[in-house]
């Protein structure tokens, strides 16, 4: 029950996003548009911040089930440019009523746990510190963050597929090549 509220919830936050801007809409809008009170909202969510978040984090984790090795993060980076591209209006809406650094709260786990499991699969066996790792991963998130940031910025009009073969180009075997700078078996 608790998911199918939090799910009638999104679907009430994204209705009245068609309607106004996030900024104007009250957890008073919600609960009426859905149907339940006021407590219900409150015992899911202390705001509608975390509303949006949870939102955002539940369109990508569908967007990467799966997708989070070497040979598939470019499909779970395409997925998640098509969940946020189907959800326009919501993200539009979101990116304009809220901080570039609330927005990237929303972005970075996501997008990290997309670029460790490329990380933590192409490390397998070699001898590399945790910190090292996440600090490859780290770089990596922050890069495709900004990516996406920007494209948000510009409206959504470039093909996303053209983006991660952009991307994909230019992170080919890098992350091994770092992986292996870090790695204690090899002298640098």
């Known amino acids: 029950m608790s998911q199918t509220t939090k799910r ?3 679907a009430s936050l994204k209705n009245l996003l068609l309607q106004k801007p996030l900024n104007k809409i009250t957890i008073n809008d919600i609960t009426e548009d859905c149907g339940i009170s006021r407590m219900t909202f409150y015992y899911h969510f202390k705001d509608i911040y975390d509303l949006v978040e949870w ?3 539940e369109d990508a984790a569908r967007a990467l089930e799966g997708k989070k090795t070497y040979n598939t993060w470019q499909e779970g980076f395409l997925n998640i440019f ?5 959800n326009k209006p919501f993200i539009m809406n979101v990116y304009h009523s809220v901080s570039r650094e ?5 972005l970075n786990p996501l997008i990290r746990n997309l670029i460790l499991g490329v990380v933590e699969e192409k490390s397998a066996g070699m001898a590399v510190n945790e910190p090292d790792k996440q600090a490859i991963a780290g770089f ?4 495709f963050v900004g990516i996406m940031l920007e494209w948000i910025g ?3 009009k470039e ?7 952009r991307v994909s180009v230019i992170v080919h075997g890098n992350v091994a090549r770092a992986l292996e700078g870090f790695c204690r078996d ?3």
């Open 102 to 106: 609330r927005i990237e709260q929303y």
């Open 186 to 188: 090899n002298p640098v």
């Open 82 to 86: 098509h969940a946020v591209l189907e």
């Open 154 to 156: 510009r409206g959504m």
């Open 55 to 57: 939102a955002c984090v």
């Open 140 to 143: 990596y998130k922050y890069a």
């Open 8 to 10: 009638a919830l999104e």
């Open 159 to 165: 093909d996303p597929a053209a983006i991660v073969e």
